[in-house]
């Protein structure tokens, strides 16, 4: 698991007033609240899109000049993903741009942070309740197949990378080394050359 999450959440959620081409793509247009999570390659912060009225988004912002070309390049393909993904059990991202040397990536807020956060902080034996774990699944499953419709794996499905709202929304996230199946880098049985992925 590579996330280590901060942070006060509660306030706003997944449930946008606006529609994704509504979002404007300057940094100004943002305010930046607190940290919500930092990953193995990026920061998130809580942050109002000042244009619409203050709707509270999540922006993933990654340091494009501390990449290598390999990673800039995952990072160009897991905005496209999050962009052209619609799908109420995928993290989709409203829009994206870059500012100075940063990768923004506008998206939802999930108010109830990650599967991995919420065990971390109230369940640390793991999750009780069978309901809720079967929930969860299904919902994350949902996600899975429809990707997978798509012709696209996730390859780093783990509880840091679930994703909580405050209205018993699940959105699996984190394309950052999804990949088409359809790409040179699968073999004649189908399947993929390379290991990714952080440990869980
Ligand atoms: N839209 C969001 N709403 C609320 N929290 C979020 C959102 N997106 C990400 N986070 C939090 O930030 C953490 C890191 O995000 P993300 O997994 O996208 O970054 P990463 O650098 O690719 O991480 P890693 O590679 O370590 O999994 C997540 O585990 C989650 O806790």
């Known amino acids: 698991m590579g996330s280590k999450e901060k942070g006060k959440r509660g306030e706003g959620g997944a449930s946008p007033r606006a529609r994704k081409g509504?979002?404007?793509i300057r940094a100004e247009d943002y305010e930046l609240m607190e940290p919500i999570g930092d990953g193995a390659t990026a920061v998130v912060r809580r942050a109002r899109c000042l244009p619409l009225g203050g709707e509270v988004v999540a922006v993933k912002i990654m340091n494009l000049s501390l990449r290598?070309?390999?990673d800039v390049n995952n990072a160009s393909e897991e905005v496209k993903t999050m962009i052209l993904t619609d799908?109420?059990?995928l993290l989709s991202a409203y829009c994206s741009f870059?500012?100075?040397e940063n990768l923004w990536i506008v998206m939802p807020y999930m108010a109830g942070g990650s599967c991995f956060h919420l065990m971390k902080s109230s369940f640390p034996k793991g999750f009780e309740e069978e309901r809720f774990i079967a929930f969860v699944l299904?919902?994350?499953l949902r996600g899975l197949e429809y990707l997978h419709g798509k012709?696209?794996?996730h390859r780093d499905v783990k509880?840091?990378?679930i994703l909580l709202d405050q209205h018993k929304g699940v959105k699996l996230a984190d394309f950052g080394i999804s990949a088409s199946v359809y790409d040179s880098m699968i073999n004649r049985n189908?399947?993929?050359h390379t290991l990714v992925g952080t440990p869980c």
């Open 87 to 89: 799908h109420p059990n």
């Open 159 to 161: 509880a840091g990378n």
């Open 151 to 153: 012709g696209h794996i």
């Open 138 to 140: 299904r919902e994350t």
């Open 22 to 24: 509504e979002f404007p």
């Open 68 to 70: 290598s070309e390999a």
């Open 98 to 100: 870059t500012q100075d």
């Open 190 to 192: 189908g399947k993929r």
